[in-house]
């Protein structure tokens, strides 16, 4: 009796000093992420990345629409990241600051600092978790993407939520972790496409480890509910389950027949993704990880490292066959595109790093030092992530600013717009004109109307048009019989198309809705 009490008291003290160190975790990296989210706002570069204004747009659509609901989630971007941002774009503040995102991507990617840290702990021990923290939080990229609204924070959480609980499944098959297997992969698959492709190869794990099909039936149930309700979701808004791979806004529509490096190249698609995460990371946390993953695998760690690999077989796989590029700024074409897909490689490097350290405390120390060389040899030259949204933002900031500037001083509270969503939005969020006053492609069969019988249907006191789209098409079409608006302000901006705003000649003015 004596003993047993004593080991019934052994492992609550452990189970304890666990717990502690998971919420230390969490706290520590709340604060460092919020540190991060601050200053990104204070640099004025939370959204510069046109991914990140379009995801802050979407989710306010929902809630500030002519005709708000669940068809306004679109249908080419998973729906969890708009669905968790709504709140808070609720807030007119937080939604034209864009510091709403950094609500919901700083827990997101604490939550994944979490889920490694327990994992590296069963895996490795608390010293290895830690170090394998240091390296996921602390790089560079993962601040600068993890303070803005994109979907990389919520896909690292779901993608090491996968990676902890089959990790307690590996060690005592149950159900317990076969519900939080599930439930990870549902909240991956809401999210990115990335985690579909994970689907099958965690199903053959359970069945391997645990030879229950049962097991492998519930987790299967659970994690492809996430492709079912967006499957189910297309087909009953847009008429088609895969109007997201093949509609007019898929990568394969955007891209069409154009080549680029990598497309039908399985080494040259290998190349140029490794070289992102070159550029990510850097050499010497490509050459640790290198020597991790041994170490990880010599210890019969091979699933974890497997999983983590994945997403960079997906990315590979992506760039030579679905329409994907992905251009790093030193090799051709030399510019940048898509770089932040290196981001979900960075927990593999992470681990790897973290099995590496493992021996001692002053080992550990050598191997953080050597993943932060490069940070350290260059501390300020930005992140890959952060240049790519900086260069290739710059010319729709400045036509961006040129039309909020004109307008801010012209438009009245309760005037209307004709335009397009899309890169257009950003106008009126910066402006504070509500996205229920625009008119665009969003709100269907008005605008439908509107386009086909301004005459008729179209009563907005704006327009504002991007060169050769429908709204530029539709004024010019119907100039002569269809509502008089003026051409008041152009915007020609080197390496951008042309902005127009018209104003509404005669005095009959849509109400807003």
């Known amino acids: 009796m004596p003993a047993s009490k004593s080991s019934a008291s052994s492992r609550r003290s452990k189970s304890s000093r666990g717990a502690g160190a998971v919420a230390l975790c969490f706290l520590a990296c709340l604060a460092v992420l919020g540190a991060a989210a601050a200053a990104v706002y204070l640099n004025g570069s939370t959204l510069y990345y046109g991914d990140a204004e379009a995801h802050l747009n979407i989710a306010r659509r929902l809630v500030d629409n002519r005709t708000p609901g669940i068809r306004q989630l679109g249908t080419t971007w998973l729906p969890l990241p708009h669905l968790l941002l709504a709140p808070f774009v609720r807030n007119n503040w937080l939604w034209q600051t864009g510091l709403a995102g950094a609500f919901v991507s700083v827990p997101a990617m604490a939550l994944a600092a979490v889920f490694l840290f327990a994992a590296m702990r069963r895996l490795f021990g608390s010293l290895a978790g830690g170090i394998a923290v240091a390296v996921l939080v602390l790089n560079p990229n993962m601040l600068y993407l993890s303070a803005i609204p994109m979907t990389e924070p919520l896909l690292l959480a779901s993608l090491c939520g996968l990676l902890y609980y089959t990790v307690c499944f590996g060690e005592r098959p149950g159900w317990g972790a076969i519900v939080g297997t599930g439930a990870s992969a549902l909240a991956g698959t809401l999210t990115r496409y990335e985690m579909w492709f994970l689907i099958p190869f965690v199903a053959l794990y359970i069945l391997l480890r645990s030879r229950r099909p049962l097991m492998v039936l519930a987790f299967c149930a659970v994690a492809a509910t996430g492709p079912a309700l967006w499957l189910a979701h297309n087909r009953w808004q ?15 529509a955007i891209q069409g027949n154009q080549m ?22 850097g050499w010497p946390a490509l050459l640790v990880a290198a020597a991790g993953s041994l170490v990880a ?20 796989w992506s760039i030579h066959s679905s329409g994907t590029p992905l251009f790093v700024p030193t090799m051709k074409p030399y510019s940048f595109y898509n770089t932040r897909y290196a981001v979900p490689a960075l927990p593999l490097l992470a681990l790897c790093a973290g099995a590496l350290a493992r021996p001692a405390k002053w080992w550990a120390a050598v191997v953080l030092a050597a993943v932060f060389l490069p940070f350290a040899l260059h501390p300020l030259e930005p992140p890959v992530t952060w240049r790519e949204s900086d260069v290739n933002s710059r010319a729709r900031r400045e036509w961006t600013a040129d039309a909020v500037s004109f ?30 006053a625009t008119l665009t492609g969003d709100n269907d069969s008005e605008f439908d109307l509107a386009c086909a019988r301004p005459d008729l249907y179209l009563k907005t006191t704006w327009a504002v048009a991007q060169g050769g789209d429908v709204v530029q098409t539709t004024l010019d079409r119907w100039r002569l019989r269809g509502p008089r608006y003026s051409l008041v302000h152009r915007i020609m901006v080197k390496g951008a198309p042309v902005i127009e705003i ?4 005669n005095s009959y003015d849509d109400p807003l809705p």
């Open 407 to 436: 307008l801010k001083t012209r438009a009245k509270p309760g005037e209307t717009v004709f335009t397009s969503f899309g890169d257009l939005t950003g106008i009126f969020r910066r402006t504070g004109i509500p996205l229920r």
């Open 502 to 505: 018209y104003r509404r000649a």
């Open 238 to 252: 847009f008429g088609d389950a895969l109007y997201f791979y093949r509609g007019p806004w898929s990568a394969l």
């Open 297 to 316: 695998m010599a210890g019969k760690k091979v699933w974890p490292v497997l999983l983590l690999l994945l997403p960079a077989a997906f990315y590979i």
């Open 260 to 281: 680029y490096p990598g497309k039908g190249d399985w080494l040259t698609a290998a190349r140029y993704y490794l070289e992102a995460v070159r550029l990510a990371a």
